[in-house]
């Protein structure tokens, strides 16, 4: 069993930063990609970023050059760093784990709120 814990939501002015982080437990090894995706009130919830094993990533066009998820294996953390941001960018904020064999593991969501 893999378990996710996000952290690092919360209200920032829009042009400011916010860092998230996703705590993976359990069964790690199991683990070959890991992202952030959001779901604003009364959206479909949609892709923000992922980043495996390779340390490929992947951004969603409208957060590119403003985003950046990275990962710690060592902690089997994945972060991301959101700068710049707008009120757009408001929602519940998901981290996901893909694992071996085809199996996702989602976490309870932080809220983040972006003010203009």
């Known amino acids: 069993q893999v378990r996710l814990v996000e952290s690092g939501g919360g209200l920032v002015q829009a042009g400011g930063s916010l860092r998230l982080s996703c705590v993976a437990s359990g069964s790690t090894a199991s683990i070959w990609r890991m992202g952030w995706f959001r779901q604003a009130p009364g959206k479909q919830r949609e892709l923000v970023a992922t980043?495996?094993?390779?340390?490929?990533?992947n951004y969603a066009d409208s957060v590119k050059g403003r985003f950046t998820i990275s990962r710690n294996r060592a902690r089997d953390t994945v972060y991301l760093q959101m700068s710049n941001v707008k009120p757009e960018d408001t929602a519940v904020y998901y981290c996901?784990?893909?694992?071996?064999?085809?199996?996702?593991?989602w976490g309870q969501g932080t809220q983040v709120t972006v003010s203009s």
């Open positions: 980043i495996d094993i390779t340390t490929s990533t």
């Open positions: 996901k784990a893909e694992l071996k064999p085809a199996r996702d593991v």
